[in-house]
T-cell receptor
């Protein structure tokens, strides 16, 4: 069956450290993989998109990797800050799927302690 | 750019009443809008996809007669929960996608509507 899993429900780290979140999927062939941030009681906010033929993408303190052989994406936040505390969702963008359909993981709740 | 608004942000209603939620793209034309439902600590679950001027496409298990979707213009979609029951209480989020090409199917989300049915 098709699955998308984010490695842990919650991740606690100390301010200044690098947070690494994992997204694994099975039985999908995504053309793109996207990461979103969701704060409590709010809608998700788009962060980064990486294509299937890209290995890595960066945006300020964020870095995303995409390994289509391992069927895995890693999302890194360097020099983490308490303001980075939120739930992070990965989403698969399936080529040939119904237009605009994204498949979301359950998310990982990140807490950055000062 | 790419701002999506939702109204109301929170609604409490009695069982059996209908509730309408509006979703607007404020600074772009949304060729496609999506409605999601999210229960606590759960993933976003797509309910339906709608294109302006055509009928919505509902996901399996979502009752189209209960969740009426109207996408009357390129900037407005509405979701009406008809004859709401307590089990319909949830966080409803819309998203919109513009006609851009090349960068995948990035969606821009509204802030969500918290529905509580008593």
């Amino acid at each position: 069956s098709q699955k998308i899993e984010q490695n842990s429900e919650a991740l606690n780290i100390q301010e200044g450290k690098t947070a690494t979140l994992t997204c694994n999927y099975t039985n999908y062939s995504p053309a793109y993989l996207q990461w979103y941030r969701q704060d409590p009681g709010r809608g998700p906010v788009f962060l980064l998109l990486i294509r299937e033929n890209e290995k890595e993408k960066r945006k300020e303190r964020l870095k995303v990797t995409f390994d289509t052989t391992l069927k895995q994406s890693l999302f890194h936040i360097t020099a983490s800050q308490p303001a980075d505390s939120a739930t992070y969702l990965c989403a698969l963008d399936i080529l040939g799927g119904s237009q605009g359909n994204l498949i979301f993981g359950k998310g990982t709740k990140l807490s950055v302690k000062p | 750019g790419a701002v999506v608004s939702q109204h109301p942000s929170r609604v409490i209603c009695k069982s059996g009443t209908s509730v309408k939620i509006e979703c607007r793209s404020l600074d772009f034309q949304a060729t496609t809008m999506f409605w999601y439902r999210q229960f606590p600590k759960q993933s976003l679950m797509l309910m339906a996809t709608s294109n302006e001027g055509s009928k919505a496409t509902y996901e399996q298990g979502v009752e189209k007669d209960k969740f009426l979707i109207n996408h009357a213009s390129l900037t407005l979609s509405t979701l009406t929960v008809t004859s709401a029951h307590p089990e319909d209480s949830s966080f409803y989020i819309c998203s919109a996608r513009g006609p851009w090409v090349g960068e995948g199917k990035t969606q821009y989300f509204g802030p969500g509507t918290r529905l509580l049915v008593l």
